[in-house]
């Protein structure tokens, strides 16, 4: 059994014990100890996490031997045997990936790729954590502050008329018309977890005044489900 010296260090999340279920799956029930390639990689994918970055520089975070362990952990949750002291976390992400290689590898590449560019995003008191965990978050929150996507939208809702918001109607009437549209922003009507990296378009997005777009992004997060514009609209203001 894998021994993991890791005590201190902080619970695993979703978004990693995502990373170990796709690892998981790839093994058909044959786990790989602490020595084995793809462990190690995903120990070094893990332990380049930027959410416990002063954990990550102890040597027995998410080292090869924990990750080998979490193999085990999320073996035992799948066949009710052997490990006792499975997680919280462990059993809630079989329960919805489990039986689901192809989401799970889907939402594994989206995490991975979130790590490249996670650095780089500012932070924010109010962020939160859509269904696909924290890093996804990071990546959706990029795309939809993206200026071209924006000023595009913008453009082509003023085509068609005055800007308003698709929830709450609200067109700003009383703001300087040369400040209108700083009320408006981007939302995502399709997960990533749907549309993974393909380049977003116009017709994917809503437009949004910048409360109510807080407003849905808190509501999905605390409901851990997408919803629709139509669906939103029942839950603020009926």
């Keep these: 059994m894998a021994?993991?010296?890791?005590?201190?260090?902080?619970?695993w999340t979703r978004d990693e014990v995502i990373l170990a279920l796709d690892l998981y799956h790839s093994c058909n029930g044959q786990i790989p100890g602490a020595n084995d390639d793809r462990v190690c990689e995903l120990s070094a994918i893990l332990r380049a996490f930027p959410h416990h970055s002063d954990a990550a520089r102890k040597e027995s975070f998410r080292n090869p031997a924990g990750v080998a362990f979490k193999l085990q952990n999320l073996h035992s949750v799948a066949t009710g045997t052997g490990l006792k002291n499975t997680s919280k976390i462990d059993h809630n992400v079989w329960k919805e990936l489990g039986d689901n290689p192809t989401l799970t590898r889907e939402l594994?590449?989206?995490?991975?790729?979130?790590?490249?560019i996670i650095d780089s995003l500012p932070q924010s008191e109010d962020e939160v954590e859509f269904a696909e965990g924290k890093s996804a978050t990071k990546v959706h929150i990029r795309r939809e502050r993206s200026r071209t996507l924006r000023a595009n939208l913008i453009s082509r809702r003023l085509e068609k008329?005055?800007?308003?918001?698709?929830l709450c109607d609200?067109?700003?009437s009383n703001v300087n018309p040369k400040l209108r549209d700083s009320i408006f922003e981007c939302h995502?009507?399709?997960p990533l977890s749907i549309v993974g990296e393909t380049k977003t378009r116009i017709q994917d997005v809503a437009l949004l005044c910048a409360n109510c777009h807080r407003l849905l992004h808190r509501i999905i997060a605390i409901r851990k489900q997408w919803l629709s514009i139509e669906e939103a609209k029942g839950f603020l203001f009926n």
């Design 161 to 166: 008329g005055e800007l308003c918001c698709d």
């Design 188 to 190: 995502h009507l399709i």
């Design 3 to 11: 021994v993991t010296k890791g005590h201190g260090n902080p619970n």
């Design 170 to 172: 609200f067109n700003g």
């Design 108 to 116: 594994g590449n989206l995490i991975r790729q979130s790590v490249i």
